[in-house]
């Protein structure tokens, strides 16, 4: 498809183990962002990609989480000895442009992690 | 600290009537807003926006107010559609902080449009 991909879709993992997310975004876009939705809550900032580079990782809760993004395509966000408060939808977004425009960025459907 | 805040959990409305959805925010560093829609098990789609600039902006059936003065703005969506039964996330980005559109979101409001 021509969207952000996003896998897996749904991702129970028991407390303690570690998950790996993985985004795909549009083809050729600059821009790529991890965002973290609670339930009931909005989406929340965690990091940022320009390309390959990490521009800004302030949103990451814990040294547990760790996101890359090698050859500026394909990102892995990879959540290290799970723990519940975790449990959450991990959306990835995507954007043609490296400077701000609002209404480009498209977001994918969601990983949703549950924590047991 | 909730920078942005959608203070109406949920709205219902009915067909073909107004629904006006609210949100508030506390960062005067703010200078462009935005309006999501999405439906579940879907990832947020854009809706509208408006520069701290305006006041108001159009878009076939919906509007966007600002008032930053109050730190206000809202989403006019007239007439009311079944179809427009989403929720519907308030964000906002800071051009003195970021130049990439990193964007803060409300926590959302589920409105219903009953036929």
């Known amino acids: 498809g021509a969207g952000v991909s996003q896998s897996p879709r749904y991702k129970v993992a028991k407390r303690g183990q570690d998950v790996a997310l993985r985004c795909d975004p549009i083809s050729g876009h600059v821009s790529l962002f991890w965002y973290q939705q609670a339930l009931g809550q909005g989406p929340e900032f965690l990091t940022y990609f320009q390309n390959e580079a990490q521009l800004d990782k302030s949103g990451l809760p814990s040294d547990r989480f760790f996101a890359e993004r090698p050859e500026g395509s394909v990102s892995t966000l990879k959540i290290q000895r799970t723990q519940q408060e975790d449990s959450a939808v991990y959306l990835c977004?995507?954007?043609?442009?490296?400077?701000?425009?609002?209404?480009?960025?498209?977001f994918g459907e969601g990983s949703w992690l549950t924590v047991v | 600290d909730q920078q942005v805040k959608q203070n109406s959990p949920s709205l219902s409305v009915q067909e073909g009537r107004i629904s006006i959805l609210n949100c508030d925010y506390t960062?005067?560093?703010?200078?462009?807003f935005l309006w999501y829609k999405k439906y579940p098990a879907e990832g947020p789609t854009f809706l509208i926006s408006i520069s701290s600039i305006k006041d108001k902006n159009e878009d076939g059936r919906f509007t966007v107010f600002l008032n930053k003065s109050a730190k206000h703005l809202s989403l006019h969506i007239v007439p009311s559609q079944p179809g427009d039964s989403a929720v519907y996330f308030c964000a906002a980005s800071n051009a003195g902080g970021t130049s990439y559109g990193k964007l803060t979101f409300g926590q959302g409001t589920i409105l219903t449009v009953h036929p």
């Open positions: 960062n005067s560093m703010f200078d462009y």
């Open positions: 977004a995507s954007s043609p442009y490296a400077g701000r425009r609002g209404n480009t960025i498209y």
